[in-house]
């Protein structure tokens, strides 16, 4: 067993073994239980690198990051079969396999590489490129450590539980892949939706990471992104109920948070792209209402539904925004000359903070003189949309929108009307799009709350509020003392119910 030891080689020499997780695998004897044994051989093999394919090809995690090199060749066109011109020598290839380690000496993964033989490549010039076809692991290492150094939490999001419990009616089989599978050579009829089947390998493709034993079916499966057929597809489900034979467990019961919270974003994306009246966006919103449904389903599952509090809320509405209903800055140059770079936003809020001259005694005298030539310019009827735009020094903000106090926002702020877009000037502007940030007395920028759950009230209505009274709402349930803020504990008590003596504040 200590024979690989011996043949690693210095430079590929793991950290200090004590940092390595299976710390006991260097002791481990024979005279230990089978079931031990056994499973100290596979940490052996796994955490050496192996010098010869024949010792790699035993190993599923050697098995997978080779596959996983020779997908990401053939996906990057790296070689052409033709014949051998007269008079030339075939040069060999040859595995290279390395572990790579993190920062405290655990793997972080395997890595297989074929390179050509002959010295005619260099370590480090040649052959060091990766390619990452699918999923970019440092994207989501960035993730983490923004999370760490905000003090966040995260949760993740079981993939095959959030996406894959919905393509209900499937049959768990003991297998991810048919045995002798012709998937390659399959002539079943294309899909008419291939995207729907680029979609689901899309999702499988990140079970790799907890998934290993899958690996050579997803990748098999992404081979025909490009043009999948039936038999693509039904493999592809093969794959799902597989996993809904082998689900995720739930986490023990001590370490169940008391708080999760998901952030769906892709209503807001199609928004912004499509505007909210694009058929897009229906379907984002038909997908993330899925989602829940989903959740919600596992909670009854579970029979705790009525146990947990759900707060559905969306952060805003949308509006749509199109170049007709577009005001031009350079349009006000009669009145005043405004030069962009004092401009720090344009719509849905206009923000201007003027950039006066040392020679200027008094610039709050001199942004009010501002002020009042623009809006001398925009209500003189010959400035295009001018009648949809006020603007203000940020002191003289109407009260309710909270920026009077704010060291964010600038001395001059235009409040710009339902769906205006401002702009400097005429060039580029070719575009319909959505945006929010408007004045939220705008319907449209209204948007939906749902509460379930013991503490809430059943069946009450409650007229219109601001999203910041959700704060106290969360802290109350959660029994925390809320850091002041600009929500009433009113609001609180007019949706919750079981208010404890101790807790009043009268
Ligand atoms: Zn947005």
């Known amino acids: 067993m200590a024979t690989p030891l011996v043949s690693m080689s210095p430079s590929n020499a793991p950290p200090p073994l004590s940092l390595l997780p299976d710390e006991d695998w260097l002791i481990e004897s024979s ?62 290839s040859k595995w290279v396999y390395k572990i790579k380690y993190n920062a405290d000496g655990k793997i972080e993964r395997h890595k297989a590489r074929l390179v050509v033989l002959g010295n005619k490549q260099i370590e480090g010039e040649d052959f060091d ?48 892949i048919e045995q002798n599978h012709q998937l390659a050579s399959d002539e079943s009829p294309l899909l008419k939706y291939p995207s729907s089947y680029r979609r689901l390998v899309g999702r499988l493709v990140y079970l790799r990471i907890t998934h290993p034993e899958l690996c050579y079916s997803i990748h098999l499966l992404s081979q025909f992104m490009k043009a999948p057929r039936e038999g693509h597809w039904d493999a592809a489900l093969r794959v799902v109920r597989f996993l809904k034979g082998s689900p995720g467990q739930d986490l023990p019961e001590d370490e169940i948070p008391d708080l999760m919270m998901l952030y769906l974003d892709e209503p807001d994306g199609a928004g912004h792209n499509y505007g909210p009246d694009d058929p897009r966006v229906t379907n984002a919103v038909s997908r993330v209402d899925k989602m829940i449904g989903r959740a919600i389903q596992g909670l009854k599952k579970r029979e705790i539904f009525d146990e947990v509090h759900v707060i559905l809320l969306g952060d805003h509405g949308m ?100 769906g205006i877009l401002v702009r400097q000037n005429r060039t580029n502007a070719h575009e319909c799009y959505g945006d929010h940030r408007y004045d939220n007395q705008y319907f449209s920028m209204r948007s939906i709350f749902i509460g379930h759950g013991p503490r809430f009230r059943r069946g ?33 008590r007019n949706i919750l119910s079981h208010f404890k003596k101790t807790g009043e504040v009268e």
């Open 31 to 92: 005279t230990s239980s089978s079931a031990r044994g056994s499973s100290s051989v596979a940490a052996v093999t796994a955490n050496v690198e192996p010098k010869r394919y024949y010792d790699a090809v035993k190993e599923d995690v050697w098995r997978c990051a080779m596959t996983h090199e020779v997908v990401a060749l053939e996906e990057n066109y790296t070689w052409d079969i033709v014949s051998l011109p007269p008079g030339k020598v075939v040069i060999g």
């Open 129 to 176: 490129e990766t390619f990452a076809p699918v999923v970019k692991m440092s994207t989501v290492r960035g993730l983490l450590s923004l999370v760490s150094a905000k003090g966040w939490e995260v949760h993740q999001m079981d993939v095959h539980n959030a996406f894959l419990h919905g393509l209900l009616g499937c049959k768990p089989v003991s297998t991810p």
């Open 460 to 492: 009450n209505k409650v007229p219109s509020f601001e999203n910041v009274q959700i704060y106290n709402v969360v802290a109350e349930i959660l029994g925390l003392q809320p850091a002041s803020n600009n929500g009433s504990s009113l609001f609180t």
């Open 319 to 418: 509006v749509t925004n199109c170049d007709k209903k577009t005001i031009y800055i350079d349009d006000l140059a009669d009145w005043i000359k405004i030069p962009a770079d004092w401009i720090n936003a344009y719509s849905p809020v206009l923000a201007i903070n003027p950039r006066w001259g040392k020679d200027v005694e008094n610039p709050g005298e001199k942004n009010a003189e501002f002020v009042a030539k623009m809006n001398e310019a925009l209500s003189s009827g010959k400035v295009e949309n001018g009648e949809f735009l006020q603007v203000y020094l940020k002191e003289k903000l109407p009260e309710r929108l909270h920026y009077s106090e704010s060291s964010r926002i600038p001395p001059i702020v235009g409040m710009v009307g339902e």
